[in-house]
């Protein structure tokens, strides 16, 4: 199993910026996929997350209008368009099988489903 991020980049506030995850090694229809993000210092936020079918879509409050997470064709590739961005969505981004977070200090310390995690994508927003 593997999860492959990328796209992240360093952009201005309010400007966009698109990731890709590329996932590998089970059945993309029948995992639902989440979008992570490590802020640093902070806890691990599950901010985005997609079911298997691509038909279900939901979104934490501190993203919820400014972020949409889709699937591409192939379903293996799980996209997360980011609009608006800030300050605060600075992080490292990953995506992994979608799971009840809680309250976890590292992303890669939570184990959702494969016990894997992949390299993630950094997005520094910043003047």
């Known amino acids: 199993v593997q999860f492959v991020e990328s796209g992240g980049d360093l952009v201005q506030p309010g400007d966009s910026l698109q990731l890709t995850c590329k996932t590998s090694?089970?059945?993309?229809?029948?995992?639902?996929i989440g979008w992570y993000r490590q802020p640093s210092g902070k806890e691990c936020e599950l901010v985005a997350a997609?079911?298997?079918?691509?038909?279900?879509?939901k979104y934490s409050d501190s993203v919820k209008g400014r972020f949409f997470i889709s699937r591409g064709n192939p379903k293996n590739i799980v996209t997360l368009e980011m609009n608006n961005l800030k300050a605060e969505d600075t992080a490292v981004y990953y995506c992994?099988?979608?799971?009840?977070?809680?309250?976890?200090?590292?992303?890669?310390?939570?184990?959702?489903?494969?016990?894997?995690w992949g390299q993630g994508t950094p997005v520094t927003v910043s003047s």
């Open positions: 992994n099988a979608e799971a009840p977070l809680g309250h976890v200090s590292q992303c890669t310390n939570f184990d959702p489903a494969f016990g894997t």
């Open positions: 090694g089970f059945g993309p229809d029948s995992v639902a």
């Open positions: 997609i079911t298997g079918d691509g038909r279900l879509t």
